[in-house]
């Protein structure tokens, strides 16, 4: 799982019973907030990465990244990015990024 934005991101990778998925979880309180089908057989060896409010995800079935958008206003003036300050477990917050229904961009 990635965490992102308060949020924790987890997805399938190579169902044998349909399409992969998404799952978007409150971080908090382990709640589920959103499933996002992605209409496709995706498989990767690699750990996927967010940046910029978009999530990328390798796969070697189609040779291809998948990029699936996850939020907006993700490039505020003086924010630090992903990693922020790794002497602190901040990695992630945005605070003026605006969370969005989950969606592909590619």
């Known amino acids: 799982m990635i965490a992102y934005n308060h949020h924790l991101y987890a997805e399938t990778q190579y169902s044998f019973y349909g399409t992969d998925k998404i799952y978007q979880l409150d971080a908090a309180t382990g709640g589920l907030l ?11 060896c690699g750990v996927s990465v967010i940046d910029d409010g978009k999530l990328y995800s390798g796969d070697l079935i189609h040779n291809k990244v998948h990029i699936t958008q996850l939020a907006r206003n993700t490039h505020p003036e003086g924010w630090d990015g992903a990693f922020n300050d790794g002497n602190y477990m901040n990695a992630g917050l945005n605070p003026i990024a605006v969370d969005i229904l989950m969606s592909v961009i590619n």
């Not at 959103?34 to 990767?44: H, K, L, P």
Request: aromatic share 10%; charged share 25%.
């Open 34 to 44: 959103e499933t996002f089908d992605r209409g496709i057989t995706v498989t990767s």
